[in-house]
């Protein structure tokens, strides 16, 4: 597997994802862990194809990075879950 090197902001993520994402800003908003963000702008609806992975000239690894944010969204709401049900 080759080195990430930082993004270059080519677009080929965005042009190639079936779900009209923006591959680059998402796993900027993962780094950052601005989950709440990345929710806003569609991370749940990442099908994980890696085609965006794929076609980054820079080997970022941004399906892993949707993957990351995904996990993180979905442990948030089953502990807020779980918390209202504590409060019922």
Not at 25 to 32: G, I, P, Q, Y
Not at 58 to 69: E, V
């Amino acid at each position: 597997q080759a080195e990430e090197t930082n993004c270059i902001r080519c677009g080929r993520c965005a042009e190639v994802c079936p779900m009209k994402l923006m591959p680059s800003l998402l796993d900027k908003l993962m780094r950052k862990a601005m989950f709440d963000e990345s929710e806003k702008l569609g991370v749940m609806n990442c099908i994980e194809c890696g085609a965006c992975t794929w076609s980054c000239p820079a080997k970022r690894q941004l399906t892993q990075s949707c993957r990351t944010s995904k996990k993180k969204i979905t442990e948030r709401r089953r502990a807020e879950a779980a918390r209202k049900k504590e409060g019922n």
